[in-house]
């Protein structure tokens, strides 16, 4: 049987360097373009996903068409950061399948991570077969120590500077709590379904109102012991899943946070048992910053409860040394995680909580705490308007208030809430 001339072109091509690396490239292209556009979350759509299909594309595109034309050195490089970049966004997928969510695109994930590691797996094998055979033993061992020296200092930059922002950002973006909170209030409630501006459908459980005042709780899964706290208390309380995560729609895209909150604080001044006035929210990590900047946009809360607010992937405040060395990786880490999103950073708290004024915040953070809470924290409260509270709790971990202080715990965050809520 005579095989096909176009056939057996390609089938010489992939024999070859530059064909083997086209076709891993081709792989991890095409998780991504499945990822965006073939397969994209519940509740979006390819229009959806521009930036985060459309600029890896033309990367790995261009990588593909330029590799040829590169020196061995930078070839073995470049294949070794595209294939541990590439590894990363195949990692949710594993993740998933580990997890027992496994689907639509997590699949190609999968072969996307294999071909990633292969790619850097080849680098060493290519700096290998490229080596000088030529000239003297001398010489030979000298440019092999010179080779060796190089990629000792190159290889730990391009890591830090470049493969672990992106790979970072990339599963900061994909990889979310999969369980429901809705199955773990461990209290009567209704399950609902929230509408956010962006006709995102968001899983959550409400747990309905005796005093006529409710709360978000945010993100619902991470602060199940807060809302039966608060519940018990006589609040209402709607534990909600972010975007992306649990059994709510839409990517996981954290930034966007502010959306899911606002809508489920108007949800709540809807509901016949709750006051409109009368509505407030606990966030806890990152739910705790996205919780700021809703509040600062929408007069839906009267009181805000926040713990372990830290800084914002990708920003840090840095001085001297610390501002050349890890600056970059800051920028990365945005530029990154706002491709990967679809969607900028939120601006500095510093800057937007002021806005809540006169509404009263309740700042709570731990020492060390996490992600910059306890450095952060006293400039969060200098920036803030009255009425305002500040506690670090003694003994606390990130996020570990409840845990570390219970009674303490629930007599400041009660009293701050009746104090805003029912005291009127």
Do not use: C
């Not at 979006?44 to 061995?72: F, K």
């Not at 990339?170 to 509408?195: A, F, K, N």
């Not at 409860?305 to 050349?324: F, H, K, Q």
């Amino acid at each position: 049987m005579t095989i096909p001339q176009p056939l057996s072109r390609l089938a010489a091509f992939l024999r070859t360097e530059h064909g083997l690396v086209s076709l891993a490239m081709a792989v991890i292209g095409l998780h991504v373009a499945d990822d965006n556009y073939l397969q994209p979350a519940a509740g979006t759509s390819a229009a959806d996903h521009v930036a985060s299909g459309l600029a890896p594309l033309a990367i790995l595109a261009a990588v593909a068409a330029l590799y040829p034309r590169l020196r061995a050195g930078l070839r073995a490089t470049t294949a070794m950061a595209a294939g541990a970049i590439g590894a990363a966004t195949g990692f949710p997928g594993l993740y998933h399948l580990l997890d027992g969510s496994a689907l639509g695109d997590h699949y190609t994930g999968i072969a996307a991570l294999a071909a990633g590691v292969a790619l850097v797996l080849g680098g060493p094998v290519l700096l290998w077969q490229a080596r000088r055979r030529g000239g003297t033993r001398r010489r030979r061992y000298l440019r092999r120590v010179g080779s060796v020296a190089t990629a000792a200092v190159a290889t730990p930059l391009i890591l830090f500077f470049l493969v672990f922002p992106i790979a970072f950002s990339y599963g900061y973006t994909h990889i979310g709590r999969t369980s429901s909170s809705v199955d773990e209030v461990g209290l009567p409630h209704q399950p609902v379904t929230i509408t956010t501006s962006d006709g995102i459908g968001l899983a959550a459980a409400y747990v309905p109102s005796k005093n006529g005042a409710a709360v978000v709780v945010f993100p619902g899964a991470a602060a199940v012991k807060e809302a039966r706290m608060i519940a018990r208390n006589g609040y209402g309380v709607l534990l909600l899943d972010p975007r992306g995560q649990g059994g709510s729609e839409g990517d996981n895209v954290r930034w966007a946070g502010d959306r899911d909150l606002i809508a489920a604080a108007e949800y709540l001044q809807a509901r016949p048992d709750v006051d409109p006035q009368r509505v407030a929210g606990f966030g806890s990590s990152v739910g705790g910053e996205i919780l700021l900047e809703a509040a600062a946009q929408s007069d839906a809360f009267a009181a805000v409860v926040s713990e372990g607010a830290g800084w914002r992937i990708g920003w840090a405040d840095l001085t001297g040394v610390e501002r050349v060395v890890f600056a970059p990786v800051g920028a990365m880490l945005t530029a990154a995680t706002t491709v990967f999103s679809n969607h900028g950073p939120p601006p500095p708290i510093a800057d937007r909580i002021g806005e809540i004024s006169p509404r009263p915040v309740f700042l709570i953070y731990a020492e060390p705490g996490m992600g910059g809470e306890s450095e952060s924290q006293e400039d969060y409260f200098a920036a803030a308007g009255e009425p305002k509270q500040l506690w670090k709790v003694p003994g606390s971990a990130h996020t570990g208030g409840i845990e570390a202080q219970p009674a303490e715990f629930e007599r400041r965050v009660i009293g701050f809430l009746d104090e805003a809520l029912l005291d009127r």
